[in-house]
């Protein structure tokens, strides 16, 4: 075949690379957003929702929201935001493009390093359009995957352009080996996963780079056979460790942005770690060798695919057989790496780059997920089809090809109707529950969606399952009490959400529900112990301050609320809420002056807090000490406040009443003190009610409301 015919035929591969995954996919741009780590990453995430900023940028950077930190990734969402707004098709399009992006990429890269063009075509067909990659590229909080791949593909592309101008021996001429390093380190940006990619170029250095056996040199010696000698050539052992040294020294760039990844995505992800105490190293060892297996098993046979895997406790006997295949199989792809190196290098790449999610450091409640084989099934890919090809050279049978067009054209059928369940969180995790009926995560993100959508009753059903599935997952627990309550079954709450915090101690909102519990029993004691709690857990966190003072002010305990809502202030100033709690607490105490400042900050802050705007009037208005005292602002404040609670808030209308008098105006004051008597009545405050009518007869005397010296109460009582 000629060059210019097999540049042709690739055109061609890629365009029908193109098409096959647009096909594939065709039912993604119905799809919505998920109720799963979507409102984190673009729904319900303020900074992302923005659009391309400044402020966005610097939060990228700076972040370690959702346990992660890929700033890239986050400047991806915002892009969309910015193109489409929050239409969902737009953020899916993006995905889809960079996953058709990659797979062309990876056929052109593949017949670059190997000169084969259409085992390079088969193996770009399979990553194409295997349904265990629908995960990463219909989820758009999987963004991530997709966009990683592509700079992991092309900082390979770079790195064998490199070795292939220079062969890596030419000081003079380091620009691909700069781009590959600089291609790496934007592709880190994106996801941490791409840490092993040093140990792949070194698994490429061997084939097909062939650059462990470029510089050996051999040995000449006789060998007897019979009655005479001959002689045969070996290879020098000290060769290898020439080629080596120099091809791992060269690496050293890569491996470190590696640890320097490593390192920022501990420091990202520490709280999302799951602990020894809770799962031993010895039970997360038992599962590794089970999770390679599984792995290989769903590639292999995509059936039973779902949202996430639950643990499994394995028989030892199933432990020690996954054990031996592993070491089986390793053994036999080392044994043929003269022979035949794709296998090796296929097989290692994939074991390889599956290490850093394979569950030896555990994050979040999955044994597996089919996202993590985005990158690592290249190489089982690439070992198959390779050892195909290399059957077909042989026996010059046409099985592998027949075989190949089958399991690429099964995978196109199978990735279509994957990708229909992403329709939305309902099918989502419908399907994963028919997929398996043990796995308890997806009654929880039904219980979610349900919830969302009104359903209480079939929330908590979900929940219920959740719970019965896996007693020790602590989040159902806590939706589970949280719902009891709303529904005041506060004994069956409180069991759920008490388990809840036995599970997990440093779990925030269960601690912060379990203690709202208590205090719906009435034990005032043991919930200030849960707030308190949260706030030793939470040390500088604003919702631990501002809840443990709330309840404290609530339960008539002003004076220690104080430190806590005066530290919930200190470490957000701008929320409206927080100064309007700690006013009420400093004018609980006595302390005017303090109390003012405070109300008027909430008004600056939130122009339709009509709340804040009434206390501060009342104080105003009714003071004892005129220097309090302002009758012009108070009447302005109290009319925006009864305009904003569109003049059916009976104690609004009735400090308006009382800013008229102070201000002299008492018509107006008895006119408003009368209305605010007559709305009482129509809600049927009958005690309101008589307060009112007080008040209106001390206005019709000529004379301001003034309330009593040393007032405990809230202003506007």
């Known amino acids: 075949m000629d060059d210019k015919q097999s540049k042709r035929q690739s055109w061609l591969i890629c365009l029908g690379l193109a098409l096959a995954i647009l096909g594939a996919y065709s039912s993604i741009w119905r799809a919505e957003f998920i109720s799963y780590d979507d409102p984190d990453y673009v729904t319900a995430n303020p900074h992302v929702q923005a659009g391309l900023t400044g402020d966005g940028f610097v939060w990228a950077f700076t972040t370690f929201h959702a346990s992660n930190w890929h700033p890239l990734t986050w400047i991806s969402h915002m892009l969309d935001v910015q193109l489409y707004g929050m239409n969902p098709a737009g953020h899916h399009l993006t995905s889809v493009a960079l996953h058709i992006a990659n797979s062309i990429l990876l056929f052109l890269l593949l017949q670059r390093l190997t000169k084969a063009q259409w085992p390079s075509a088969v193996v770009a067909a399979l990553f194409a359009l295997h349904p265990m ?66 140990f792949v170029l070194l698994l490429l250095d061997w084939w097909p780079l062939k650059r462990f056996g470029r510089n050996i040199h051999h040995e000449e010696h006789e060998v007897h056979e019979g009655k005479g000698t001959k002689k045969v050539l070996t290879p020098s052992c000290s060769s290898w460790w020439q080629d080596g040294v120099p091809l791992v020294v060269e690496k050293i760039p890569f491996f470190i942005l590696s640890a320097a990844s490593c390192l920022i995505t501990f420091c990202a992800q520490h709280q999302a770690v799951v602990s020894l105490a809770k799962m031993s ?93 985005y990158i690592p099934s290249i190489g089982l890919f690439i070992a198959v089809v390779w050892a195909g090809r290399e059957w077909q050279i042989r026996r010059g049978a046409r099985t592998p090809a027949i075989l190949s067009g089958l399991a690429a054209s099964l995978c196109l059928g199978l990735t279509a109707r994957e990708a229909t369940y992403w329709k939305n969180t309902e099918t989502l995790f419908s399907h994963a529950i028919q997929s398996l009926p043990n796995n308890f995560y997806p009654y929880y993100a039904l219980a979610e969606y349900e919830e969302l959508h009104g359903h209480t009753n079939a929330a908590i059903s979900y929940l219920e399952s959740s719970v019965r599935l896996e007693p020790n997952f602590a989040s159902s627990r806590n939706k589970l009490g949280q719902m009891l309550l709303q529904e005041d079954r506060i004994d069956d709450a409180l069991a759920q959400l008490r388990r809840a915090v036995m599970i997990d101690s440093n779990f925030p909102a269960a601690i912060y529900n379990y203690g709202y519990a208590l205090l719906a029993r009435g034990q005032l004691g043991e919930a200030l112990d849960q707030f308190q709690a949260l706030v030793n857990l939470q040390p500088r966190e604003y919702a631990a301050e501002f809840n443990m003072g709330s309840v404290l002010l609530h339960n008539g305990l002003a004076r220690e609320s104080i430190p806590y809502l005066d530290k919930a202030v200190e470490i957000d100033p701008s929320r409206a809420q927080a100064h309007y709690m700690l006013a009420n607490a400093l004018f609980r105490n006595g302390r005017i002056a303090d109390a003012i400042h405070h109300y008027e900050r909430a008004v600056q802050l939130d122009p339709n807090d009509f709340q804040s705007r009434n206390d501060l009037a009342w104080i105003l208005a009714c003071q004892p000490n005129p220097s309090f005292r302002n009758g012009a602002k108070a009447v302005s404040l109290a009319a925006d406040a009864d305009q904003l609670s569109h003049g059916q808030n009976p104690v609004i209308i009735g400090t308006l009443a009382a800013g008229y008098a102070e201000a002299g105006k008492f018509t107006e004051a008895v006119a408003t003190a009368n209305r605010a008597r007559q709305v009482a009545l129509a809600q049927t405050n009958s005690a309101l009610a008589e307060i009112m009518e007080k008040r209106l007869r001390v206005y019709q005397a000529g004379q301001p409301w003034r309330d009593p010296p040393n007032q405990a109460e809230a202003p506007s009582k």
Not at 304 to 327: C, D, E, I, R
Not at 341 to 360: D, E, N, R
């Open 133 to 198: 990659h629908v995960e990463s590229v219909a989820w758009v909080s999987e963004r991530k995957d997709v966009l990683s791949t592509l700079f992991w593909l092309l900082s390979i592309w770079a790195y064998t352009r490199w070795v292939e101008s220079s062969g890596g021996k030419k000081v003079e001429d380091k620009t691909f080996y700069v781009l590959s390093i600089l291609l790496f380190a934007v592709g880190l940006l994106a996801k941490p996963m791409l840490v092993t990619l040093p």
């Open 281 to 373: 190293f010895g039970k997360r060892l038992s599962y590794v060798p089970m999770a390679f297996v599984r792995y290989v098993a769903k590639l292999f046979w995509p059936a039973h695919l779902s949202m996430g895997y639950p643990f499994v406790k394995w028989p030892v006997w199933t432990v020690a057989g996954a054990v031996v295949l592993l070491l089986l199989l390793t053994a036999l792809a080392v044994w043929r790496i003269r022979g035949e190196p794709w296998l090796a290098v296929g097989w290692l790449w994939f074991l390889v780059t599956l290490m850093p999610v394979i569950g030896i450091v555990q994050v979040g409640i999955q044994s597996m997920a089919n996202r993590y084989t």
